[in-house]
Structure formats: structure tokens, C-alpha cells
């Protein structure tokens, strides 16, 4: 695919790897989706869709491409789960070391196994908000740990895993899942206390992994396995400007992106989405200050799976 261009084609001066604040990796990858096929061709969708899009954000009163995005490589390793994994790991975890916003597009979702790697072993007491209709909370299926249906399930284990949106799973992952920090669609439609009762679960630095068949099908069809019964637009920016204002989000992923020729309106909502987000985290700063993505240079992930401690916020 092609990333030889810049992000919205934002001029020259806002795409440098230096100046730039934001970094966005792209990772078409698709190798474990086990229904519709095609999200490792959502990232030239949401790249097209992007360079159609209006770059004042109203909400706002600002052009957080200002800040400078810079579009890096592809990441096209493929060969393995694992393999892919390893590489979205290891890229992701260089940008954050250049103190830069690091964002994903994805891809399926198994790639944010290494995304959420990358995050907890830089910024200590990790909070993983994951926004899905999904649980994907299995530790394995068809034979890897790698695959879209455990995106979270280590994150489960070592992080402070918050779920969001939830509405298909697997009776077996009800062992793995807590109820106190998961929200199921069903009782999010009835009950409007939903936002507060998710932030308090938080702690400071949060990661947000957002799987795109969160969304109501109505709104976003192009994805590979859609559930009626999900967020719609409004709900979920109120939401996440919210989740910005509160806590240090530290970086995202938005992933399952199944582009087809007939439905642009998807394509065309994540790449809205994905400049929201963008818009949320610079708000009300100058773009001529520096940025500090706070992750800590000092900090030593413990070698033990539960490193997340409950009572430490
Ligand atoms: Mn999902």
C-alpha cells in the first residue's frame, strides 16, 4: 500500500518525523479474520477517506494536524500470527520512544496484542479501554494466541482491562472476564449513567483499543463481523471527549476496517473518527508547545504476568 504520501495530504511541513507530535502506523494485515475478509485493506480505505475530509474540526475550533502527523511504514510482516504481532510490538514501542502520540490503524484486531504490549511496558498502571462488540477474551483459538478472538486476553492478565460496548461472546469466557469492569450493550441502551461508571474504573494512563464493530451496523457495515445492538456516533464522541478530558490517554488503535466498493460511508466514518480522537487529545493546546507523551523512561514492567496492582489508584 501506499504510505509514500502524507496523512490527509496535510502539507509538507506538518508530516515530518521530527516536528510531528503524532505518529500513525498503518498494518494491513488480515491473517486470522475467520468471517468477512478484507481488513487488511481498511488502512488505504481510511488513507483515501482522510484526504476527502475537512480538517477544521467545528466541535473543536481546531486543526490538530497542526500538531504535525506523521505517517509511518507500513507494517506488512505477515508470515505469522506471532511474527506480526512481534513487528507491531516492536514499531509501535520505537515510536513511543521518540515521545511521540502513537496511534494504529488497523488491520484486525489480533494486532493489538502487540499495540497494548508496546503501551504497558512503557507507561506504568496501564488501563486498556477496549471498545468492541466482541469479548475477545479467548487465550487461544485455531491453535495461536495471536488470533482476533484473544485481542485482549492478555491485556486481561496484566493491565487494568476495561470493556466497553460488549453484546457477542463465548460462555468460556465468562471465567476470564470482570463483570465489574465490563459493559454490555444491552444495559448501556437502558441505563445513561454508563460514561461515569466507566471512567471511575480508570486509572490515569489509559490506552484505547477500538475495534469499529463497536458501532451500530446501521452506521458502520464494513466491518468484517458486525452485531446489531452498538454504539452510535454522538453516544460515542460524547463518550470518548469525555475519556480524553479526564485521563492522560496515552495512545489508540482503531481496527476492523472492512472496506468494500458499494459503502464509502464507513471508510469515511473511521477516518472522522480517527481525527475526533486527534482533536479530543490536543484540545485547547498550542500547537507550538512542546509535546511530552509522559511515558517513563525509568519504568521496568515487572516479569510477573499481574503486574497491575488494584489498590495503586
Ligand atoms: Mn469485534
Request: overall charge negative.
Amino acid at each position: 500500500m501506499k504510505t509514500n504520501t502524507n496523512y490527509a495530504d496535510i502539507p509538507d511541513n506538518y508530516a515530518a518525523l521530527d516536528s510531528s507530535k503524532i505518529v500513525l502506523i498503518p498494518v494491513p494485515y488480515d491473517g486470522t479474520s475467520t468471517w468477512g475478509k478484507g481488513a487488511n485493506k481498511g488502512p488505504k480505505a481510511f488513507l483515501e477517506a482522510s484526504e476527502n475530509m475537512e480538517l477544521y474540526d467545528i466541535e473543536t475550533d481546531s486543526e490538530v494536524y497542526k500538531n504535525g502527523i506523521y505517517l509511518a511504514d507500513a507494517v506488512t510482516v505477515n508470515a505469522t500470527p506471532e511474527a506480526t504481532v512481534d513487528a507491531v510490538h516492536q514499531e509501535t514501542k520505537r515510536f513511543i520512544k521518540k515521545n511521540k502520540f502513537v496511534t494504529i490503524f488497523g488491520g484486525e484486531h489480533s494486532i493489538s496484542i502487540g499495540t497494548i504490549r508496546a503501551f504497558n511496558e512503557m507507561f506504568p498502571n496501564l488501563t486498556v479501554l477496549h471498545i468492541d462488540a466482541h469479548a475477545d477474551l479467548r487465550k487461544s483459538y485455531e491453535g495461536s494466541a495471536c488470533n482476533h478472538a484473544c485481542a485482549v486476553y492478555e491485556a486481561s492478565q496484566n493491565t487494568n482491562l476495561i470493556q466497553v460496548g460488549i453484546r457477542s461472546m463465548d460462555a468460556k469466557e465468562k471465567s476470564v472476564m470482570d463483570l465489574d469492569k465490563t459493559f454490555f450493550a444491552h444495559e448501556m441502551a437502558i441505563d445513561d449513567t454508563w460514561m461515569d461508571a466507566v471512567i471511575d474504573q480508570m486509572t490515569e494512563n489509559v490506552f484505547i483499543t477500538f475495534d469499529l464493530d463497536a458501532f451500530d451496523p446501521s452506521i458502520l457495515p464494513s466491518t468484517g463481523t458486525p452485531e446489531p445492538g452498538g454504539l452510535f456516533w454522538y453516544e460515542t464522541l460524547d463518550f470518548l471527549k469525555q475519556v480524553f478530558a479526564e485521563k492522560n490517554v496515552v495512545g489508540f488503535d482503531i481496527v476492523e476496517l472492512c472496506p468494500n466498493n458499494v459503502d464509502k460511508s464507513s471508510d469515511f466514518l473511521a477516518a472522522k473518527l480517527y481525527y475526533k480522537m486527534l482533536s479530543y487529545k490536543f484540545m485547547g493546546q498550542d500547537a507550538d508547545e512542546n509535546y511530552e507523551n509522559t511515558y517513563d523512561v525509568m519504568y521496568k514492567p515487572s516479569s510477573t504476568s499481574s503486574k497491575f496492582e488494584e489498590d495503586e489508584y
